[in-house]
């Protein structure tokens, strides 16, 4: 069975700090990867992927398949980036495959 | 990118009637799915809506509490039936789009609270 865990429902950071939002995954086989944002009062949206390797609005994920992580990470926080973030997981066995998602973590970025 | 709407976007409803939700995508998708997530938790598969056929339900979701529709590539509904308490949440339809890197884009969802 595929788990995510996003071990923190609420991370507060000042603006200009570094973010750090942790996600582990539990997958026997190898798995894709990814961010889902949801800003406040829109709909949830792909963010990044780990197959695309992308810094989307300077977040950036490395897959480490030794400690099954895919933390998202900012050097810089804004105040736009506050929002609700989930990590999720699909069996990259080809195909689409059934996604889960974990609990999501909340951003706040202090001004 | 896919553009889904859904209908309607918030209600409120007693107890024990139903409530169907349309969910209406601006281009044909592979894939359509519903969604719910309950309040301060993560989102759960429903079902996969599947074209022309009976939907493909999630462990611990039934057709007879969920019946999905899907009559064309563009188009599925999904009504709760004999509504609880317990059923309110944010409902999700989502898709994957054809021909897609397989990313899944997402409705605006519809808040439903039952009293």
């Known amino acids: 069975a595929q788990r995510v865990t996003q071990p923190e429902k609420l991370l507060s950071v000042f603006k200009g700090a570094p973010v750090e939002l942790k996600c582990n995954y539990s997958?026997?086989?190898?798995?894709?990867l990814f961010w889902y944002v949801q800003y406040s009062r829109q709909r949830l949206q792909l963010l990044l992927r780990h197959i695309s390797r992308e810094s989307i609005k300077g977040f950036t994920a490395d897959l480490n398949k030794g400690e099954t992580s895919f933390h998202l990470k900012k050097p810089f926080a804004q105040e736009e980036d506050s929002a609700m973030y989930y990590c999720a997981l699909s069996p990259n066995s080809g195909g689409y495959q059934k996604v889960t998602f974990g609990t999501g973590t909340k951003l706040q970025v202090i001004p | 990118s896919a553009v889904i709407s859904q209908k309607p976007s918030r209600d409120i409803c007693q107890r024990g009637t139903s409530l169907t939700i349309q969910c209406q995508v601006d281009?044909?998708?592979?894939?359509m799915f519903w969604y719910r997530q309950q309040p301060g938790q993560s989102l759960t598969l429903i079902a996969t809506?599947?074209?022309?056929?009976?939907?493909?339900?999630e462990s611990g979701f039934v057709i007879d509490k969920f019946p999905i529709s899907r009559p064309n590539l563009t188009f599925s509904t999904l009504t709760v039936s004999n509504m609880s308490p317990e059923d309110s949440s944010i409902y999700l339809c989502?898709?994957?789009?054809?021909?897609?890197?397989?990313?899944?884009?997402f409705g605006p969802g519809t808040r439903l609270l039952v009293l």
């Open positions: 281009s044909q998708v592979t894939m």
């Open positions: 809506a599947n074209q022309g056929s009976e939907a493909t339900y």
């Open positions: 997958y026997s086989g190898s798995p894709e």
């Open positions: 989502s898709v994957v789009q054809a021909g897609g890197r397989e990313t899944q884009y």
